[in-house]
């Protein structure tokens, strides 16, 4: 027979894996010295779990349904881009807040449809609602936006500053960490990358 792991326990028993967390955090508040049977604090590990399931909503999206629709307009297929999208996420390494801006785009092929504006930050609020590494959300968003538009290129370029960086740890607030992600065109050619990168900037 074969030890049953944590996962395996809780996988499909959400309701559990619920009540789990809660003792969980009612322990660690006895532990710490607190009372979690008192007014302040009795209702705060309930708390806790709303928010991170608020946060970690994005499991349960799929930006396909947000690129499926796409309208005909005349363009010449030159790049499109929307800058300065707020985002909060949470780090995967202590599940704390991670927040900044994305500048999102793509560049349609000549004569093909395009995605509704508001669709990229959606596509982009979908990863960042999901336990994250800044990266891995940048990579996300272009290879969501290839996938689903198969464009000529795609980019994404994120600032933000890392909750674990500002708040403890190493302690430095004020540290913005920029990655970026660049696919066709604008991985390929640096003229198409210069020019994305003077549209961007603000
Ligand atoms: N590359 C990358 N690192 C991240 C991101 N978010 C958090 N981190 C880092 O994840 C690392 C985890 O390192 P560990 O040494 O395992 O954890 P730790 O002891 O809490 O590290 P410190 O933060 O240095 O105190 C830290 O260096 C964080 O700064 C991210 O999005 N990308
Ligand atoms: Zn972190």
Same mark, same amino acid.
């Given at each position: 027979?074969?030890?049953?792991?944590?996962? #395996?326990?809780?996988?499909?028993?959400?309701?559990?894996?619920? !009540? &789990?967390?809660? $003792?969980?955090?009612?322990?660690?508040?006895?532990?710490?010295?607190?009372?979690?049977?008192?007014?302040?604090?009795?209702?705060?590990? &309930?708390?806790?779990?709303?928010?991170?399931?608020?946060?970690?909503?994005?499991?349960?999206?799929?930006?396909? %349904?947000?690129?499926?629709?796409? *309208?005909? %307009?005349?363009?010449?297929?030159? @790049?499109?881009?929307?800058?300065?999208?707020? *985002?909060?996420?949470?780090? #995967?390494?202590?599940?704390?807040? *991670?927040?900044?801006?994305?500048?999102?785009?793509?560049?349609?092929?000549?004569?093909?449809?395009?995605?509704?504006?508001?669709?990229?930050?959606?596509?982009?609020?979908?990863?960042?609602?999901?336990?994250?590494?800044?990266?891995?959300?940048?990579?996300?968003?272009?290879?969501?936006?290839?996938?689903?538009?198969?464009? !000529?290129?795609?980019?994404?370029?994120? /600032?933000? #500053?890392?909750?674990?960086?500002?708040?403890?740890?190493?302690?430095?607030?004020?540290?913005?960490?920029?990655?970026?992600?660049?696919?066709?065109? *604008?991985?390929? $050619? @640096?003229? !198409?990358?210069?020019?994305?990168? /003077?549209?961007?900037?603000?």
């Amino acid at each position: 027979m074969t030890a049953t792991t944590t996962a #395996e326990l809780y996988a499909g028993n959400p309701a559990v894996a619920r !009540a &789990a967390y809660v $003792d969980g955090v009612r322990a660690w508040l006895a532990g710490r010295g607190l009372d979690p049977d008192s007014p302040a604090l009795v209702d705060t590990p &309930a708390r806790i779990l709303r928010a991170l399931e608020e946060m970690t909503a994005g499991y349960d999206e799929d930006p396909a %349904v947000h690129l499926a629709r796409t *309208f005909p %307009v005349d363009h010449d297929g030159g @790049p499109i881009v929307v800058t300065g999208v707020p *985002f909060t996420s949470l780090c #995967e390494h202590h599940m704390l807040v *991670f927040t900044g801006h994305a500048d999102i785009a793509y560049q349609p092929r000549p004569g093909d449809p395009v995605a509704g504006l508001s669709k990229l930050p959606r596509v982009l609020d979908v990863y960042a609602r999901r336990l994250q590494t800044q990266e891995q959300l940048t990579q996300q968003v272009t290879t969501a936006l290839d996938s689903h538009l198969s464009p !000529a290129g795609a980019a994404c370029i994120i /600032r933000s #500053e890392h909750g674990c960086l500002s708040t403890r740890g190493a302690r430095k607030p004020g540290s913005v960490m920029v990655t970026a992600s660049y696919t066709g065109v *604008f991985r390929d $050619d @640096p003229a !198409a990358r210069d020019e994305l990168h /003077r549209l961007m900037a603000r």
